[in-house]
């Protein structure tokens, strides 16, 4: 099999080829069809493992019990146990490369690692013929998500990324209001959310700091080496595990790279988005270890169909946009939300779902017409897809192209890039993954690994 460098370059005919199952989005087949309400299927019911288990991966196989759950692997096998404990008659494992080559009635994987795992753990479970569900934001890097849009489209598997809310009704309502055309073509969108801090001394993981000097010893339950895997090598700290990854530049992606693969989708669909042509970022100091406490990240998108050019603006660390004046005084909106801004009116998140502001509009236009497919729920979408059906409405054809414009903001972020970010907006080629006017950013669309680890596809 050819090996991807760099140097070699996707057509547009092929990139853009990929995404088009997209459009099936929100097309599903009856779980009925499938076996799944009950009566026996023609595949009866998958074999899973569970890579990355400790955390959000033992969330994501409790919504999979309608299967078999055959093997569980994890580095840390103290953090694991009580995954362990719950599925008893399940082979347990270290690695998943070993996983894969030696245990072989594993239909699907599903993948919960830190992000910089993401890439290797998919790929070895596609080119092997499994299924796969991972978890946001698909990869660390822009190109490793090109990597997975391709691998799934050469080795044919079931896919689905872990952003739950692409199958919500709030997803769907949003996207039936811009049909509706509630509030006229949009040419600004804001998101924000409080990641990584929920408070003044509350923090989900810590960002905006340095390297521990400390080199405590490595618990005798954790695989060190594994947990770093492709990453460059580094001496334990329990800074980095469990969770707390998230914010180092080495294996997270930030509070971006955790919520905006979640808050971008709905958008996406409903305003047609696919990749931006630029991109800008500002932030509070940032360093080579870890993300900035606080950011803004400019996206432009270009026309397409009959919509106009857009500027999407994502804000983290609590940061937002300006109150909308059509918000009523005293009404609160969230630290996690997204505005649509339209040329004849404004659509804001508030409690999970969106509604029309000022209230007086909301009221007199109503609820869209509900004109598209509702979903079976974002896991059984895999199941089903896995047995035959549609593709999951998160397919990694879907996926990739999202993931891979998210994790762009990152790039923009970087501390070796940032006086010149003061000059420029970044000019980006979404064909030949190529930022053109700043060569120095383009070493951060991949990164090298350590020996043994490789996504040949």
Same mark, same amino acid.
């Given at each position: ?194 990641? @990584? ?21 490595? @618990? ?55 990749? @931006? ?181």
């Amino acid at each position: 099999m050819k090996k991807l460098t760099k140097n070699n370059e996707i057509s547009r005919r092929q990139f853009l080829n990929s995404t088009a199952v997209a459009a099936a989005a929100f097309s599903f087949v009856s779980s009925k069809v499938l076996g799944l309400d009950g009566s026996n299927s023609a595949n009866d019911r998958l074999n899973i493992a569970g890579i990355g288990i400790g955390g959000q991966g033992s969330h994501d196989l409790a919504q999979m019990e309608s299967e078999n759950i055959v093997a569980l692997c994890d580095v840390d096998w103290s953090y694991a146990g009580r995954i362990f404990n719950q599925y008893p008659n399940a082979k347990k494992w270290k690695d998943y490369r070993k996983m894969l080559d030696e245990q072989k009635d594993i239909d699907a994987v599903v993948i919960a690692t830190p992000d910089h795992h993401h890439a290797f753990a998919a790929l070895e479970a596609m080119k092997r013929g499994k299924h796969v569900y991972c978890e946001k934001p698909l990869t660390h890097s822009v190109w490793e998500a090109r990597q997975l849009t391709l691998a799934a489209q050469k080795y044919k598997v079931a896919t689905q990324m872990g952003n739950q809310g692409q199958a919500s009704e709030a997803t769907r309502k949003l996207c039936e209001y811009i049909l509706a055309d509630a509030i006229g073509p949009v040419r600004e969108v804001h998101i924000w959310t409080d990641r @990584p801090a929920r408070g003044l001394f509350d923090v989900y993981w810590p960002q905006g700091i340095a390297r521990p000097k400390e080199t405590p010893p490595v @618990p005798k339950e954790l695989d060190w080496d594994l947990w770093l895997g492709p990453a460059p090598e580094r001496p334990y700290n329990p800074i980095y595990h469990p969770f707390r990854w998230r914010g180092w530049w080495d294996f997270g992606t930030g509070a971006l790279g955790d919520i905006g693969c979640h808050a971008f989708d709905p958008v996406f669909r409903a305003l047609k988005l696919g990749s @931006p042509i630029a991109v800008e970022a500002s932030s509070t100091l940032v360093n080579e270890e870890t993300y900035p406490l606080g950011s803004m990240v400019t996206y432009y998108f270009p026309a397409r169909q009959n919509m106009p050019e857009l500027k999407l603006v994502w804000y983290d660390g609590g940061l937002r946009p300006p109150r909308p004046q059509e918000l009523e005084p005293g009404r609160v909106w969230g630290d996690n939300g997204k505005l649509l801004v339209g040329d004849k009116g404004k659509i804001i998140e508030g409690s999970g779902s969106f509604v029309l502001i000022p209230e007086s509009k909301n009221k007199e236009f109503g609820e869209p017409p509900k004109v598209l497919p509702r979903s079976p729920g974002h896991y059984k979408e895999w199941i089903l897809a896995c047995k035959g059906g549609q593709p999951a409405g998160s397919n990694f054809a879907w996926a990739g192209p999202l993931a891979e414009t998210v994790l762009l903001g990152n790039i923009a972020l970087r501390s070796q890039i940032r006086e010149e970010m003061t000059r420029l907006r970044l000019e980006w080629d979404p064909v030949n993954l190529k930022i053109k006017n700043l060569d120095e950013a383009n070493k951060f669309i991949r990164r090298n690994y350590r020996p043994s680890w490789d996504l040949t596809i």
